[in-house]
């Protein structure tokens, strides 16, 4: 009964490539989040999605591209993977004005 | 524009010591924070929430921070830790509209026996 479930939890890839994460959150939230955390533990959001909706997209670049296909899933692809996109990166949901929830994450590693 | 910021990169700690973490924010409207832990290779978990009424705030695994305007902080504290409270604290602002949560750098607990 994951509340939020991101797959998968390690990828490793090398650069150039093409790869997606999924993310599913069953806890009937409105509102999904992409934050990237990188080699320092620094936190930064990606992007937001209400109701399918964008919301917020934080200066990352066109090789992001994040995908809601309804109210649960958030997924993010990632075009011609470089180095520097290695990271974890955790998907999180939440309701208005509520905590965030997050999922395990994913740690992306670009060889 | 909201941002947050956690004085201390690392703080070291002897087990049974009290401790505290500081988070100091910036906005210029009413903003709810929180304090989230990430153990080693896990996700992020909520200790605890400020949204409205008391400034001091009871958490998880016997944490507390305190709201306090004037200085725009919410330290975390805890009167004895213990090694397993070893982790990465992260202080946490949601914006008004509450669909932006801004993270400070975090903060690393090393509890030593």
């Known amino acids: 009964d994951t509340a939020v479930s991101q797959t998968p939890k390690y990828l490793v890839t090398q650069m150039g490539n093409d790869k997606s994460i999924k993310c599913e959150q069953n806890l009937g939230h409105d509102t999904m989040y992409w934050y990237k955390q990188d080699s320092k533990k620094f936190l930064k959001i990606m992007f937001s999605?209400?109701?399918?909706?964008?919301?917020i997209n934080e200066t990352v670049p066109n090789r992001f591209s994040p995908k809601s296909p309804d109210k649960a899933h958030l997924n993010l692809h990632i075009n011609s993977l470089e180095l520097g996109d290695s990271a974890v990166y955790f998907c999180?949901?939440?309701?208005?004005?509520?905590?965030?929830?997050f999922g395990n994450g994913t740690r992306l590693t670009v060889t | 524009a909201q941002s947050v910021t956690q004085l201390d990169s690392q703080v070291p700690v002897f087990e049974e010591a009290p401790v505290e973490l500081r988070c100091n924010y910036s906005s210029s409207v009413s903003v709810y924070l929180f304090w989230y832990v990430q153990y080693p290779n896990q996700g992020l978990q909520l200790l605890l929430k400020?949204?409205?009424?008391?400034?001091l705030v009871k958490g998880i695994n016997g944490f507390e921070a305190e709201f306090n305007k004037s200085q725009t902080s919410f330290h975390l504290r805890k009167p004895s830790v213990h090694i397993s409270d070893t982790a990465e604290y992260f202080c946490a602002a949601l914006n008004n509209a509450g669909n932006m949560l801004t993270f400070g750098g975090g903060t690393r607990l090393m509890v030593k026996p």
């Open positions: 999180a949901s939440s309701h208005a004005n509520s905590p965030l929830h």
């Open positions: 999605y209400n109701n399918k909706e964008l919301i």
């Open positions: 400020y949204l409205s009424g008391s400034t």
